[in-house]
């Protein structure tokens, strides 16, 4: 059913209170282009968010904390509740965006959610010093390109829908609509997708985001051996990472490498074989 028949019911996972609502023909129009709409309650130390298709089927839902008096910061969400807001293939793409030292934009209708993504994030990557900046409309986004890396943008929907034309090397995520990748991402993001399977796999929630952190810094080690010996020489093969690392390197891993450092580190990497050896070059 359409209009004002249809009607949206989910129940809260934090506190348990079912919330009714019945979308509007902008949510129906986000649904149709997207293959989501979402609508977000305020329940004082949470925030509940649903994600609705249109027939108003619910698809998922989440419980966000929201920031309680004297507190700076949201409390970040667990890896699992992480992989169910955004999907591991969104999960994945935000990832390689920022350990190479890249820029992304988080869009979303709660400035809660979009922080809270944010903080998971940033403890997953440990060791990388990402920084937050909350942007409020599409103009203070016109400027991205002289913002430093390792830079998380958090905005509204409408924000990033009025920006225009981004650099490519910033990644848009837009937290409630879906995400499709290309042949070239699904290959160049396998050694993460490969990891966040197996982080999910553990039943303690502290066991799989120490699992999966031991991984991103294996990945962040390769990144940055590979962006060393292109400053340096130019080029980089897979016998001389496999020297400098001191182990093999999986063909997965050398395909995370050049897709991060082409798509997100402005290396205009081209790839070619050498004698039967995987190398890579400016």
Request: hydrophobic letters at 45%; charged letters at 30%.
């Amino acid at each position: 059913m359409r209009g004002n028949n249809m009607i949206v019911r989910a129940k809260c996972p934090s506190c348990g209170q079912v919330e009714e609502y019945t979308p509007d023909e902008d949510d129906l129009r986000t649904a149709a282009e997207k293959g989501l709409a979402s609508i977000s309650f305020y329940h004082g130390d949470h925030v509940f968010v649903i994600f609705f298709d249109t027939n108003g089927f619910v698809r998922r839902s989440t419980a966000i904390k929201t920031a309680r008096p004297g507190r700076e910061a949201l409390k970040p969400m667990c890896f699992s509740d992480l992989c169910s807001l955004l999907g591991r293939e969104r999960l994945a793409l935000l990832l390689a965006a920022l350990l190479p030292g890249g820029r992304a934009i988080l869009a979303s209708s709660s400035p809660d959610l979009a922080k809270s993504v944010y903080l998971a994030v940033r403890r997953l990557l440990g060791q990388v010093k990402l920084s937050a900046e909350l942007v409020e409309n599409a103009n203070a986004l016109a400027g991205i390109a002289e913002k430093p890396g390792n830079t998380v943008f958090l905005t509204n929907r409408a924000s990033l829908t009025g920006v225009g034309q981004l650099p490519g090397d910033v990644l848009a995520l837009d937290l409630e609509a879906p995400l499709k990748l290309g042949r070239e991402e699904k290959k160049g993001l396998k050694a993460l997708l490969k990891a966040i399977d197996e982080a999910s796999k553990f039943k303690d929630e502290a066991a799989k985001e120490s699992f999966f952190k031991n991984k991103l810094a294996g990945l962040r080690e390769l990144l940055d051996k590979a962006a060393k010996l292109l400053d340096e020489t130019g080029t980089f093969s897979e016998r001389v990472l496999k020297r400098e690392l001191g182990r093999e390197v999986p063909s997965e891993e050398l395909d995370f490498v050049f897709f991060a450092l082409k798509r997100f580190a402005g290396t205009n990497a081209a790839k070619r074989a050498a004698r039967g050896v995987r190398e890579f070059a400016l």
